[in-house]
Each structure stands twice: as structure tokens, then as C-alpha cells.
């Protein structure tokens, strides 16, 4: 897929859960604003918001787990098309099992909700100084959960325990921003 447009739909008709507009506006702009240079994404579904990171500025270095062969395959593919593979570190794998070597500007953890305690837990490790985290989907209404309500309600509450673990945090200045996308938390380290 070689537009952007082509990607959203794409994400559209097969239900890959894409970041929304707003959440991948956030993002862009904080990295404008601060000058961020690297950018390490938990999840890359189908390329779609690492390939826009890349597109930022050609000096931005990405590294992006994902650990579904299908959508780790259609990524390479968009990222091939974009031209930004020497920007882009795609690993296939599951990210609990994955261990960075390097620090990042920006951390955004948006794979399975259920993980998210697990995955901040573990990725804040690899955080720059002045960094920020973002976690996707803290209100988690994408379509495929709309279909059932039970799987819902259980989404519901793992995401509150998350929004209530987040909280306690004493290191980091948290926001949970419920108009961006369907939810975002943004997470910076206090000095
Ligand atoms: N960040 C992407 C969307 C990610 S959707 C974007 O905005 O374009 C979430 C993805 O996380 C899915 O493709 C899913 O397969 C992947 N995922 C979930 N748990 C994972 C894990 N433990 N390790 C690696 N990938 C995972
Ligand atoms: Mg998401």
C-alpha cells in the first residue's frame, strides 16, 4: 500500500485496530515540539503509525514489535513501499519476550490491553531522559470489542485497574487525555 489513505482503509475493511487520527496527531506533535529522534512502538499491526512516525523527519529512528506473522509481513511491505525501511527496525515476536538494547524518545505501547501494566512496567526502563510514554486505547472501543459485551466489560475493567495503577505512579506526571482517539494516557518522568 503506497498512500496512506490506502492503509486506513485497508485497517477499515479488515479490522486492524489502526490508532485514530487524533492519537497519531498527539503524537506527531510531540515529537515536533520536543524534537524527538526515536520512537519504539509495542504492536505495529500493518505499519501504520511507525511509517507516519518515519515520515516526520528522515533523521527519526524506529524500533516496532509485532508479533502476528500476517501483519508483521503486510508491514514490511508498507514500510518497503514508503521507502523508510532504513528508518524502521521491525521485530517479529512477542514483546514480553523482548528486551531493548537502546533508550527512546517516545514509547508507545499499544499491543494487547490486558499487558499494558507489564509492558510499561518493563519498556519505561528504555526511556530517555525527557521522554515520554504513550499508552493507546485507555477507553479500548475499537469495533471488534463492540461485537461482544462481555469481552467488553472485562476490557472495561482491566483498563480501569490500569488507569488506577498509573495513578500511584510517584516518578511520572500522568495524563489521561478521554477525547484523543478513544482514550490515550501520556506518561513523563518528574526530575
Ligand atoms: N500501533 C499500531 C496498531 C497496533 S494494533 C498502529 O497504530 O498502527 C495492536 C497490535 O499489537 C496487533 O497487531 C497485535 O498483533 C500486536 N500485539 C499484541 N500483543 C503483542 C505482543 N505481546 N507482542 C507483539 N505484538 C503484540
Ligand atoms: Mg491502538
Known amino acids: 500500500m503506497n498512500s ?3 492503509i ?5 475493511e479488515n479490522y486492524v485496530p489502526i490508532a485514530r487520527k487524533e492519537t497519531l496527531e498527539y503524537i506527531k506533535k510531540i515529537f515536533k515540539e520536543n524534537n524527538y529522534k526515536s520512537f519504539l512502538e509495542i504492536g505495529t499491526a500493518i505499519g501504520y503509525t511507525c511509517i507516519n512516525v518515519a515520515l516526520i523527519d528522515p533523521s ?3 524500533l516496532t514489535l509485532e508479533y502476528e506473522e500476517k501483519r508483521f509481513n503486510i508491514a514490511k511491505e508498507n514500510i518497503k513501499d514508503f521507502k523508510v525501511e532504513n528508518q524502521i527496525q521491525q521485530v517479529y515476536g512477542d514483546a514480553r519476550f ?3 538494547d537502546l533508550y527512546y524518545d517516545v514509547i508507545f505501547i499499544d499491543a494487547a490491553k490486558k499487558r499494558n501494566k507489564y509492558f510499561l512496567d518493563k519498556f519505561s526502563k528504555r526511556l530517555n531522559n525527557f521522554g515520554t510514554i504513550i499508552i493507546d486505547n485507555m477507553n ?3 469495533l471488534w470489542v463492540d461485537a461482544k459485551k462481555e469481552k467488553k466489560e472485562k476490557y472495561d475493567l482491566v483498563n480501569k485497574e490500569f488507569k488506577e495503577y ?4 510517584k516518578d511520572y506526571e500522568v495524563n489521561i487525555y478521554d477525547d484523543i482517539g478513544d ?3 501520556v506518561l513523563k518522568r518528574k526530575y
Do not use: C
Open 4 to 6: 496512506i489513505e490506502k
Open 8 to 12: 486506513e482503509e485497508f485497517a477499515k
Open 60 to 62: 527519526i529512528r524506529i
Open 98 to 100: 523482548f528486551y531493548p
Open 140 to 142: 479500548l472501543d475499537d
Open 166 to 169: 498509573i495513578l500511584t505512579l
Open 183 to 185: 482514550g490515550i494516557a
